[in-house]
């Protein structure tokens, strides 16, 4: 509000104070402000803090390194294709759309490329044309894989931002789970 009445100095000193309320983490890259946990409904929400904080630096600080730092806590925060609450998930998905508008995150021009051990288990392509539409899951199942340790690689080759999460689910028809 301070910058769109023209008050831009006013509006600086504001996101520069807010850097005394966020929590940085350096080495995974990320940022956020609120709280993750301790109290009750909406007070002090973290992804509704980072949310809003993310839009007022879009704004004001729109070259801060705290931008992609608050953008990747926020993707890591979903809980699968939603934040904890329909509140939480609107504040977040209109905060990274404003991100969107201003980033090259929408052009991509990369290849990645899933290994499993030293085979290749799936490579794709990702471009400004198929962004929305590929395939960009991989699914394996008990069939696919000897037992033991694996190691899953991802790798990526060429221009863009790449964001993934992994989940495993474990079925058995055991009594006794181990």
């Known amino acids: 509000t301070l910058h769109k009445i023209g008050k831009t100095e006013e509006a600086r000193i504001v996101c520069e104070n807010l850097t005394d309320q966020m929590e940085l983490d ?84 990369m290849t990645v490329t899933v290994k499993i051990g030293d085979r290749v288990t799936k490579s794709i392509r990702v471009t400004k044309q198929n962004v929305f539409t590929l395939d960009n899951t991989l699914t394996l199942r008990g069939a696919d894989l000897a037992s033991g340790n694996h190691v899953v690689s991802i790798e990526k080759t060429g221009t863009g931002n790449l964001y993934y999460s992994g989940a495993l689910t474990v079925f058995t028809r055991e009594e006794d789970v181990k």
């Open 26 to 109: 350096r080495e995974n890259g990320t940022c956020r402000f609120g709280r993750t946990a301790g109290y009750y409904r909406w007070y002090n929400d973290a992804v509704e803090a980072t949310s809003e904080a993310l839009k007022a630096y879009l704004v004001v600080e729109p070259k801060s390194e705290l931008i992609p730092m608050m953008v990747k806590w926020l993707a890591g925060s979903r809980r699968g294709a939603h934040w904890k609450s329909t509140m939480d998930t609107a504040h977040a998905i209109l905060a990274m759309c404003d991100y969107l508008k201003g980033s090259k995150e929408l052009a991509p021009d």
